[in-house]
């Protein structure tokens, strides 16, 4: 595959996705978006792939927003439509079958900070800063933060981080829960390399109904839930790695799993 503004390379079972605008903080842009919809369509239908890390191209920026000569131009119907197909984008990374795992290794702003939101964790460089300052532009997030900040960070700090721009630095981030871990810059790829190989030999079958079921809990209240995490947890118990692993663990031995 030939893309323009992003980067994709496979290592094994292993993806990653880089954003590849580094002269321009690798801000996102109509084609960027529409790149990711391709590479993740295909990563989502390639079962030799079983974790993905995104990141962005250089030092300074994971994301550092929207492109705004793009943004500067939208009316309101433009605006409708330029809300929906990035968060068409970020519904698929956000529902994949296999984790997507953020690399944030600088700023990660704006549509950038929601796209770290769309992945199912985040881990930082110490160098990165977080943050929706769309206020400061008269708009307001529209890539999904009014609604996926608020689930990870609790509504009170969405609320305080979205109306008064703040950026929040990788220290915060890890205090709030807005990352799992930071590290220095030179060793954020090789931890994430490192985490996301450990997912990758895990049976995929309970790596994917496990995401779907977290995934759901967003959506459904707890009696709904526990019915989907019950049918989830019976389609698990019909896999071969089910009977592999439990055996295995009954033998005392390593599993051989087969992600079947």
Known sequence: MNFQNILLEEKGNLAIVTLNRPDKLNALNSDT??????AFTYLNEEDNIRAIILTGNG???FVAGAD??????????????????????FNLIENMNKPVIAAVNGFA??????LALACHFRLASESAKFGQPEVNLGIIPGYGGTQRLPRVIGTGKAIEY???GYYIDAHEALKIGLVNHIFP?????PKCIEIAEKIAAKPHQAVRLALK???ASNDLGLHKGLNFEASLFAIACGTEDFREGTTAFLEKRKPNFKHK
């Open 33 to 38: 978006l529409s790149e990711l919809e391709t």
């Open 59 to 61: 030092e300074k920026a």
């Open 68 to 89: 705004i000569a793009e943004l500067n131009s939208l009316d309101m119907i433009q605006g409708k439509e330029f809300a929906e197909k990035g968060q068409a984008v």
């Open 109 to 114: 702003l704006g549509g950038g900070c929601e």
């Open 162 to 164: 979205t109306l008064t």
């Open 185 to 189: 810059l030179q060793e954020l790829m």
């Open 213 to 215: 079921a977290i995934n």
